[in-house]
C-alpha cells in the first residue's frame, strides 16, 4: 500500500485540521487579533506525574502544527502507571490543557498528573472500587481525558477555567483535589 494510500489516523487528521477549528474557537472566545496570536503561539506543557513523579517540559505545538516527538513523549509519559501500557493521546485533550492554562494566565504553570490513559485492567478495578466515581466507558480508556491539577492554583479555579472555554468535558473532584478535562462533548458534572 502507498503511503498516500495509508488510511488516515485520528492524530494526522487532527494534525491537519484542528488549526482552523481552534482559530475559530479562539476568535468566538477572544476576538480576531487574540486568536490569531494565540492560534500562532507555541504551545508548552510543563507537568509531574504523581504516580512515577516524572516531569516534562515540552512543546507539543509549535504554532503551525503539532510537534510529532512531542506527542510520542507524552502518549509515554501519560501511560497507565500500574501495567505501563502507553496509548495515544488525543491532541485535542493536550491542547485543552493549554488552553486551560493560558486562560489562567498559567502558561508557567506546573501540572500535576493524577490520570492520562488507563487500561482496561486499571479501569475496571478503579471502577469496582468506585462505581459512581470512575466510568466504565472512560475517556481515559481512549487517551481522550486527562485528570490532574495545577500547583498554586485552587481546582476551583481551574474547573471554572474550563468551564469558560466550554470545550470537552470538565468534571470536578473536590474530595481529591483534581479537575478531569476530556474532549469529548462539552458537558461538565
Avoid at 144 to 154: E, F, S, T, V
Wanted: aromatic residues 6%; positive net charge.
Amino acid at each position: 500500500m502507498d503511503r498516500l494510500d495509508a488510511p488516515v489516523s485520528r492524530r494526522t487528521a487532527l494534525r491537519a485540521g484542528l488549526g482552523l477549528g481552534a482559530l475559530g474557537l479562539l476568535t468566538a472566545a477572544f476576538g480576531p487579533a487574540r486568536a490569531r496570536a494565540d492560534a500562532e503561539a507555541a504551545r508548552r506543557l510543563r507537568m509531574i506525574n504523581t504516580h512515577t513523579l516524572e516531569k516534562v517540559d515540552l512543546v507539543f505545538h509549535d504554532g503551525q502544527a503539532f510537534v510529532p516527538g512531542a506527542l510520542t513523549e507524552l502518549d509515554r509519559f501519560l501511560r497507565d502507571p500500574y501495567t505501563n501500557d502507553v496509548h495515544e493521546i488525543d491532541p485535542a485533550v493536550l491542547d485543552l490543557a493549554w488552553a486551560v492554562a493560558r486562560a489562567a494566565d498559567r502558561t508557567a504553570g506546573t501540572y500535576e498528573i493524577v490520570c492520562g490513559y488507563r487500561s482496561p485492567a486499571t479501569n475496571a478495578r478503579l471502577h469496582a472500587a468506585s462505581p459512581k466515581g470512575v466510568a466504565s466507558n472512560s475517556l481515559h480508556l481512549t487517551g481522550k481525558a486527562i485528570d490532574l491539577r495545577m500547583r498554586g492554583m485552587p481546582t476551583s479555579h481551574l474547573r471554572d477555567e474550563a468551564l469558560r472555554l466550554w470545550r470537552g468535558g470538565v468534571g470536578f473532584y473536590a474530595g481529591q483535589d483534581f479537575v478531569h478535562l476530556d474532549s469529548g462533548r462539552p458537558r461538565s458534572w
